[in-house]
């Protein structure tokens, strides 16, 4: 007999991380370094990024949403991204390093938590990123119109 068994204590397991509650749900997950987190999700590539310091903060990023390769395309997806976070719900949308990038954020009070509202995180950004590119689209027709 132990000595935790002798004194009626039973050996506690470390709560499960994040990385292994989404392992559980199917996600292959991988360490980023500064990125935190990579994710894939019906062939994107997603990042939760690390929150030092505060346990309860969520943040999930889809960055190369769309390439901006010209001062009319940023013009463009300026007008797209305001259109988007007026109308989308949880997602939000923003320029970085020359491209458009998707994000939600969150306070959990437990990676579970966290966890369980993942599956509408990413129909979320999946929504916001088609909302996105058919804002772009009608914007390029109407440019190319005479």
Known sequence: MTRRAATGQQATLPAPTV????????????????WGLSLAFEGEQYFLLPQAGDEVFYHLLRPGLWPLTTDEDHGAALYACDEVNRTAKLVKLHTADGEVWASVEGLYDTPAAFCAALPRWLAALQ???RAFSATMQGLSSLQAEP
Do not use: K, M, N, S
């Open 19 to 34: 990385a292994d509650l989404l392992r559980g749900q199917g996600f292959t997950v991988q360490a980023e370094g500064e």
């Open 127 to 129: 929504e916001g990123t």
